[in-house]
């Protein structure tokens, strides 16, 4: 068993990404083996040339849309912009195929956010979504607020959120 | 293992008891027991005499709190009232033992209502709270819409829905 | 005008009762009128004996629904329990009559939580069953946080809250 | 006063775009002008180009982001995918200036779906966006579900989703 780590922004260098690889370190810990899918990586004109019509034709979309289908466990990293997730997350999951990229998978959530919330209603939202498509999301979240001050250099420096991140991580792999 | 239905209403001879019922005869043919616990039974005061500074102190409402945190699976019925669950659900939760009622628990949720919505937004709600709960809730949610056109005799006339039903007893069971 | 004050919990001596002062005192400030209805004095039994086929039956709980239906105005003071508003909000409104109470009138919501969210998922859902309810809900919805640190001897002492109650104040009284 | 009109998804020909034109007519029968934004008319790379550092350095996207600050009315037509709202609307909304494209701004929402949720989710999601932002969101909410069998030959043939569509757009003229 693998489990898809989707750093949820298509920001360069973002935080998601340093979480998103935290979270494989993390995960492989526990012996479990993992890859980081970050959209930063997306084809840049993906939101007109790989949806609707265009769905399951783009040749640089498709090994994503490939690779989404064949895991069955999958971590949202997920920053907070506008009081919810990034936009290019949900364009990314309107470009997968339906139904069989999220039925009866499973996928834990992570939040991250500059202000208190830890992106709260992102999680919420994108809940909502993934229960859409029939994914059974881990019921603990874990949202990390004030990420500047409490990740630095790679690194968790507030140890609460370490622990949050250690217990899902752990509650996720037995899920 | 046994499963704890929640009729989530107080309402008298409510159609989420009925659909409680319907949904205990599903399990029972998969060989799995469950008990209903019906909301319109909870002490008529409750709501003063069982919560906050009361919480755990009341004869009649502690064995509702001792049944919920002995299960360790539970499905709601929830009948939308007021484009969300009905007062009385969170109420009740509200007055449950914290953290030991659902943590690291799983549910199913059922959306019963009048109109199209079947309780989307009923659902998308009680999620938040159990997740907030840490609770495991199964990504397929059955909202039943129309529901005075499409249960009639105890029965769901409308196959579509019955079909569904089955579905999430079957996923649910295995969750 | 005068603005109708909804401090939605029944907890006796709560902090949403203080809040609610706090805002008819700013009010107070703008030459604005209010009253303040404290979930506390409801009837105990009123979720079974003012609800549904009891609705509108009740001599205690119907001077509330009365006082409900004749103000354009309500400011939401919200505490945040289990993730969402307390129960008793919600159960007050199911009693309240459809579509009078509500429609084409205008709220402001106030958060209040122990933790880091102000009650965030909590608005978030409130305003789903206000706009249901075809209420105008103020986009500008204060998140007080941390009330035990930020809030003490019936004062706002963190002052960046303060400031926030006081343009939302100004703001709801001009909406 | 004029209102902006935001076609909400990118796909070619699309319902949304339709309804942005009928929702147009409407507004002219009470003498309101209107500008439809269609956004299938973004830059083909707008979510790699305009946002983030990139933002507001786009000569193509910039008029756009313009033509939101100048406004102070908007109306959202959004289509449901994936029980929510198309990704391309909150992306374009993340490469949009903060705060001044929504703050104490005043928006209508209408969600269209080919099922029976008429986008309820989506436009919870929306109204969670939008408050964040500082927008005022008129509380009527039109949920046009069946799209396909409802709106024929640019015509709403359904008669009651014809007429809450003009009870939304004379509140919202006057909200």
């Known amino acids: 068993m693998s489990i898809l780590i989707i750093s949820g922004t298509n920001r360069a260098n973002s935080v998601s990404q340093k979480i ?39 040749p640089e979309f498709n090994p994503l849309r490939e690779k989404v289908m064949k895991y069955q466990k999958f971590v949202f990293i997920v920053a907070e912009y506008n009081g919810s997730f990034p936009g290019v997350l949900k364009a990314f999951i309107d470009g997968l195929k339906y139904p069989d990229s999220f039925k009866s998978k499973k996928a834990a959530l992570v939040g991250l956010s500059s202000g208190v919330q830890g992106g709260a209603l992102a999680l919420s939202h994108l809940t909502d979504i993934l229960s859409y498509l029939g994914t059974n999301v881990l019921g603990e979240r874990v949202k990390i607020y004030r990420i500047e001050e409490n990740f630095k250099n790679d690194e968790l420096i507030n140890k609460t959120f370490d622990q949050l991140l250690d217990a899902q991580v752990k509650n996720f792999v037995e899920f």
């Open 20 to 58: 998103a690889k935290l979270y494989q370190s993390k995960l492989k810990t526990l012996n479990t083996d993992s890859e980081i899918l970050n959209l930063s990586n997306l084809p840049k004109d993906f939101i007109f040339s790989a949806l609707y019509e265009n769905g399951g034709k783009h």
